[in-house]
């Protein structure tokens, strides 16, 4: 057998190596593509199912959003339908306020009307009164001319003597009438608001005094507290404005000042060196300084509180602080703070009464007092400082004309300034509200009882009832019955003008005629 060459083997071997290897590549290729068929049908499956699945959240999702929808409609339906109920109710309320107010005004008008009818007919009686004393006069002028000697003037004389007794009487009268009428119509309606205001706002009074008394553990405080050669009461009186009054009281200090805050600085800052022992000027001077904050911040504080309880509200700072600062002032003894808080009650309560604002009246009774805040600082009555204060902190005129007419100074113009007027008197006015000095008290009582003895006619005339009354008895034979009324008028205007006096005063006029004789 003839042998094969060895290159003849090699190339047998590569062939059916590279057969082999085609062969196994074919494989390889076959089952790759055969797993990346499989791979991506079950991805196609997958992704049929996360389709799938989607649909049904998204169906499950607008099912759901079409159902809250759906409930959203049907709220905001019974909202819209809630609240056109209580528009319409509102309307109807307002409809009812409005018809009723104008059947009130009807009836106003009614009674207006016969007032000018009965003001027209005692006119026309008056005039028909004059005719007949004209005419009673020529007759009278022509019997005189007839009888007697009279010369025409002398008949004059007498005839004008005459007409002007019984123009006095007629005179006397119609004012008495005029006055009855009025004070009867007015009485009854002023009677029913202020009797429902003062209902409404019943406050305590505390009179407060110009002085503070500090108690003290021992007497042994009292030299602590003067200091060595007194340079520690120096130093607390130079630094508080405030007079220190240490004498044979046991355990007590009394601290005197005409102004309140100081007074409080040093009393606060007094009863921290007594608890604290360390009493020099220095810790003096750094106990003040912390009173002075504290005060301060118990000026803020009770601004605010006030604000608060009056029920106003967009008030400056600067005058919330100014408040504030009434809290340490009085007036007659009476807290003015307090004072103002009651005079805002009243005003909003009887502008309630009167159909009218009551937010308006409330913020102008708050403040109608707010220059006695600065009148130890600025030139100026307290109106007139209020007057400015307000109108640099943008106050409305309302409030600004209430300050100023809260007094009289000026013409009160506005309902407002009127309720605030009386409420500002009803508060002043109450029964241990304020008190005066012994000495302001005997002068005004003086001066009243000078005012009404000035009048021709006026026999005796006594101040009683703390001088709210003053009682005039009045000569007979000089002041008849029809002249008693014309001069207590005269006497109430010249009260008016001169003096100056809380609350009101009664003119009570007594006239007495006496026949005496002797039985022997």
């Known amino acids: 057998m003839p042998q094969v060459p060895i290159w003849g083997c090699v190339l047998i071997v590569l062939a059916v190596a590279a057969l082999c290897g085609a062969l196994a590549f074919f494989a390889g290729v076959n089952h790759r593509k055969r797993e990346a068929e499989a791979a991506i049908g079950s991805a196609e499956d997958e992704a049929k199912r996360i389709i799938s699945n989607a649909i049904k959240t ?9 159902l809250e929808g759906k409930d959203e409609i049907h709220r905001l339906r019974n909202e819209s339908e809630r609240e056109m109920n209580d528009r319409r109710k509102e309307i109807q309320r307002q409809e009812r306020r409005v018809s009723q107010k104008e059947e009130s005004l009807d009836k106003k008008m009614e009674n207006l009307e016969s007032k000018e009818n009965a003001v027209e007919n005692k006119m026309r009686k008056a005039e028909e009164r004059l005719k007949e004393a004209e005419s009673v006069k020529k007759s009278q002028i022509d019997m005189l001319e007839r009888i007697s000697s009279f010369t025409v003037d002398q008949a004059k004389e007498y005839l004008l003597k005459l007409l002007e007794d019984d123009l006095v009487h007629e005179k006397a009268i119609k004012v008495m009438e005029y006055e009855q009428q009025t004070k009867e119509e007015c009485d009854k309606l002023a009677r029913e608001i202020i009797s429902v205001a003062i209902q409404r706002c019943a406050a305590d009074h505390v009179s407060e005094a110009a002085i503070s008394v500090v108690p003290l553990p021992n007497d042994e405080m009292k030299g602590r507290i003067i200091g060595r050669e007194g340079r520690n009461i120096r130093a607390i009186e130079q630094l508080t404005g ?72 967009g008030i400056h700072h600067e005058l919330v602080k100014l408040l504030g600062r009434l809290r340490y002032r009085t007036s007659y003894g009476q807290n003015v703070l307090n004072h103002s808080l009651e005079v805002s009650y009243l005003a909003g309560m009887m502008a309630s009464e009167l159909g009218l604002d009551p937010t308006i009246a409330r913020r102008a009774g708050l ?14 009555s307290h109106v007139e400082i209020g007057v400015d204060v307000a109108r640099k902190y943008k106050e409305s005129e309302a409030v600004i004309h209430a300050i100023a007419a809260h007094h009289g100074d000026i013409e009160a113009k506005t309902v407002i300034a009127c309720l605030v007027q009386a409420a500002d008197a009803i508060s002043a006015a109450r029964p241990g509200a304020r008190r005066e000095n012994i000495e302001n008290y005997i002068k005004r009582l003086e001066k009243l009882e000078a005012v009404a003895a000035s009048f021709d006619g006026v026999d005796r005339c006594y101040a009683i009832q703390a001088g709210r009354e003053i009682r005039v008895m009045v000569k007979p034979e000089v002041i008849n019955d029809e002249k008693m009324t014309l001069l207590a008028r005269d006497i109430c205007k010249k009260i008016e003008e001169d003096l100056e006096y809380p609350g009101q005063i009664k003119v009570n006029m007594i006239r007495e005629s006496r026949a005496v004789d002797f039985a022997k």
């Open 58 to 66: 998204a169906a499950a999702k607008k099912k759901e959003a079409v």
């Open 242 to 313: 405030v007079d220190l009054i240490i004498d044979d009281t046991p355990e007590a200090i009394t601290l005197s000042s005409f102004e309140p805050v100081r007074r409080e600085v040093a009393r606060i800052a007094l009863e921290k060196l007594i608890s604290d022992g360390r009493i020099h000027p220095t810790r003096i001077e750094e106990t003040i300084e912390k009173a002075r904050r504290e005060v301060d911040a118990t000026i803020k504080a009770e601004g605010e509180r006030a604000v608060l309880a009056a029920g106003v509200n």
């Open 367 to 380: 403040l109608h007092d707010i220059g006695k805040a600065l009148d130890h600082e600025i030139e100026g």
